[in-house]
């Protein structure tokens, strides 16, 4: 049997991005649900899965899309078929694609996008891995792709199991028997190829060599937008406070700050994934992007008070300001309430090897953890404590002990914790070796001051 494509396009920079939806009409000679319903029109086909964009599939003619207002047509007979669109600064391409019959393996098509500046991205269809048959009884919430660039889900289906089978079938789409009819979802994924670009052209071609018959459901279309931070949204790492140190790591909190996620390789970046910041007109070294949060370590500054930052897309700039000061200590933290904080263990009999505890109430994350008891040697991490001798340069490696300059106090319930060891111990981040005082078992609340500024409250140390 000739495989039959049904797709439908989704334009969009993530959900987590603030978009500007547009609808590109598509070719065609009739509505998708002619083809895919046996009764005419009948049905609705919604998301059945939260990772799902907001796609909506009416059975009323020319009412597909998003927003409901994009023309759901027919593509039919053709080997290969272009939209023309103008889409600036586009990241991603979602679309609704199925099949009828598919060989397993075949590649049936190939999806391709072409930019204003040259840029060109292709994508292959392939039955069984990104598109599966339309009557698929398997409901999945991924595929196994293994397609670069491509994430395929299942995520629409029709709600209605008395009108939505199939010719003569009797199948149930709430138990997904084989004659539900449902649709799913790919992801592709166009990085930064796009920005600065506009996105010209979308080419579906048939390279399964049957001229499978398309249904397209129109195209959505969304941009990246201008980045935009938060207002109070400069902070210390795991810290609410809007003050910042040289040298030390923070957040950046916002909208549109990356294009997409992506993760330093170590070697302190100035433009990680096409972002960059700066820090009163210094240039930062970046950890971490994505669109609604930036992890970054302060470039050196002399400069005490309010100071500019600044963070720079391909698609534009957001400015907003943070407090530079001497000291804004902060807990790294395993959660919003308990530090990150472990005790090492000694060896074994017959095993040498030292290893550590995770402290924290038992059963309160996803790994084991226990409290801690009094008179043992707690370590605990944080940020923001102060200048250090030796001096550690921001943007270069580190690896040793740079004690404090004004050693931190520590206290757990109150009671004022020995302090043996504060100090940075990597780029940025201090480590602290403290004695754990006698105190009440259970939660008790930790605090750090130093030069006079305490660490946030609301940080618990579970003791026993």
Known sequence: MTPRILVGLAIAARLALALDYSFVPVPGNANIETQLISTIPT????????????FSISATPGTCGPAGNAPCNLYVGRTSLTLNVSIPNATDVYTLMNATSPPPGA??????????????????????????????????????????????????????????????????????????????????????????????????????????????????????????????GIVPIDSPVNTIQSGSWISIYGTNLAAATATWNGDFPKVLGGTSVTVDNRPAYLWYVSPTQINLQVPDDSAL?????????????????????TYAPSFSLFSSKYPAAIVLTPGSPGNSGAGYDLIGPSGAFSFPSRPVKAGEILILFGVGFGPTSPTVPAGELFSGAAPSVTEPQFFIGGMPATVLFAGIVEAGLFQFNIVVPSAPSGDQILTASVGGVTTPQGVYVTLQ
């Open 43 to 54: 049905g609705t086909f919604t998301a059945i899965n939260s990772l799902a964009t907001p």
């Open 107 to 232: 590649q049936l098509g190939t999806i391709t996008f072409i930019g204003s500046g040259g840029a060109t991205l292709s994508f292959p269809l392939i039955a069984g891995q990104d598109v599966r048959d339309y009557e698929q009884g398997i409901f999945a919430n991924t595929l196994t792709n293994g397609i670069s660039g491509v994430q395929a889900l299942n995520a629409f289906a029709c709600v209605d199991p008395t009108t939505c089978l199939g010719s003569g079938g009797t199948g149930n789409v709430q138990t997904g028997d084989k004659a539900a009819y449902v649709a799913d979802e790919q992801h592709f994924s166009l990085g930064t190829a796009f920005l600065g670009q506009t996105l010209t052209q979308i080419i579906l071609t048939d390279t399964y060599g049957g001229a499978p018959t398309l249904l397209l459901m129109g195209v959505t279309v969304g941009s990246l937008g201008q980045p935009a931070i938060t207002s109070g």
């Open 305 to 325: 008070g309010p100071v500019n930052v600044t963070v720079t897309t391909p698609v534009g700039s957001s400015t907003s300001t943070a407090t530079l000061a």
